[in-house]
C-alpha cells in the first residue's frame, strides 16, 4: 500500500511539473506564429536560409511599427481569386495577418504561373505609411531584382523599402506626391504679382531703350482708342473671367530637400474591403 501510494504521488509530482512546460510550448508556439507566417514561399523559390533571413527581418520590422510585412509566393494566384488583387485580400484574410485589432500590413504576393506581382496594404496605420505613390515606389525598388529573377535580393529590397516607409509614417512625414496649386500655395498675392511682373518688366524695359532713338518722331497715344485701327473690331465691355488653376505635381523629395507647407497629399485608394494595392507585372 505504502509502494502504490508513494507511485501516485510521484505520478502527481511530475504531472504537475509538467503541466508549465505544456502551456509554454503553446504559448511559445502561439507567439511564433506571425513571424513564421510572415514569410510563405509555396513556389519553392527561396532556400531555407533565405526565408529564415527574410522571417527574422520582417519580424523585426512588423514588431517595431506594429503593421506586418509579409511575403507570400505561389504557383499561381488563381486558386485564390479571379485575379491577382483578390488573391492577395484571401490570402490575407484566410491566414489571419495582420497586428492589432485593425490587422494592420502589407502583403507582397508572387505568382510565377504569369509573373504577376501585388502590393495590399490594410489597416489605417498601414494605409498612412504606403499611400499611393509610396507603394509605386516601393515596387520599383524591387522589381530590378525580381526580373532577374534574384529573388532574396527583391525581397530583401522590399522588406528594407518598407521599413523606410513605415518609419517616415511613425515620423509623421509619410511618403507621397505633393499637389501645388494656386489656392494653397504659400505665397502672398502681391509677391505673386511681383515675380510675375519682374521679368517681363526687364525684358520690356530693355527693348524700349533700345528702340528709344529710332522713335524720336512718335508722338505719345494718350487713349487705348487712339491705337485701334478704324473699321476693325471695337470693344465696347471689358471683363476679366477665370480660365484655370495651374497644379503642379512633384515627386516626393528626400527628407532634407523638402520644404513645408503649400501642399496636400496624394493619399491612399482604399476599396470597399479595406484594401489598397499596386500590381503589375515583373
Known amino acids: 500500500m505504502n509502494k502504490k501510494m508513494s507511485l501516485a504521488l510521484l505520478l502527481s509530482l511530475l504531472l504537475c511539473l509538467a ?11 502561439t507567439e511564433a506564429l506571425p513571424a513564421s507566417a510572415l514569410v510563405t514561399d509555396e513556389a519553392g523559390i527561396l532556400s531555407t ?3 529564415e533571413r527574410l ?20 504557383e499561381d494566384y488563381r486558386s485564390y481569386g ?12 484566410q ?4 497586428y492589432g485589432a485593425e490587422k494592420n500590413g502589407i502583403l507582397l504576393l508572387l505568382s510565377m504561373a504569369d509573373r504577376d506581382y501585388d502590393l495590399a496594404a490594410h489597416g489605417a496605420a498601414a494605409h498612412t505609411a504606403f499611400t499611393d505613390y509610396g507603394k509605386g515606389e516601393l515596387a520599383d525598388s524591387f522589381l ?11 525581397f530583401e529590397k522590399y522588406v528594407n523599402n518598407a521599413a523606410y516607409l513605415l518609419q517616415r509614417a511613425a515620423a509623421g512625414d509619410p511618403v507621397d506626391i505633393i499637389v ?11 509677391m505673386k504679382l511681383l515675380l510675375s511682373i519682374l521679368p517681363a518688366s526687364l525684358v520690356s524695359g530693355g527693348v524700349c531703350l533700345g528702340m528709344r532713338g529710332k522713335m524720336k518722331t512718335a508722338k505719345i497715344k494718350t487713349t487705348a482708342e487712339d491705337y485701334v ?6 470693344l465696347s465691355v471689358n471683363t476679366d473671367r477665370y480660365l484655370h488653376t495651374t497644379r503642379t505635381v512633384v515627386k516626393d523629395p528626400p527628407p532634407e530637400s523638402r520644404s513645408g507647407g503649400g501642399g496636400h497629399s496624394g493619399g491612399t485608394s482604399i476599396n470597399s474591403g479595406g484594401f489598397s494595392h499596386h500590381s503589375g507585372k515583373f
Open 19 to 29: 503541466l508549465p512546460l505544456f502551456a509554454f510550448a503553446e504559448t511559445l508556439t
Open 49 to 51: 536560409d533565405e526565408i
Open 55 to 74: 522571417e527574422r527581418v520582417s519580424a523585426q520590422v512588423s514588431e517595431q511599427y506594429g503593421c506586418g510585412v509579409y511575403i507570400v509566393t505561389v
Open 82 to 93: 479571379n485575379n491577382v488583387e483578390a488573391a492577395s485580400e484571401a490570402i490575407y484574410r
Open 95 to 98: 491566414r489571419g495577418m495582420g
Open 144 to 154: 530590378p531584382y525580381f526580373r532577374q529573377n534574384d529573388w532574396a535580393g527583391g
Open 180 to 190: 501645388y496649386d494656386s489656392e494653397s500655395e504659400p505665397m502672398g498675392l502681391g
Open 229 to 234: 485701327v478704324p473699321g476693325s473690331l471695337h
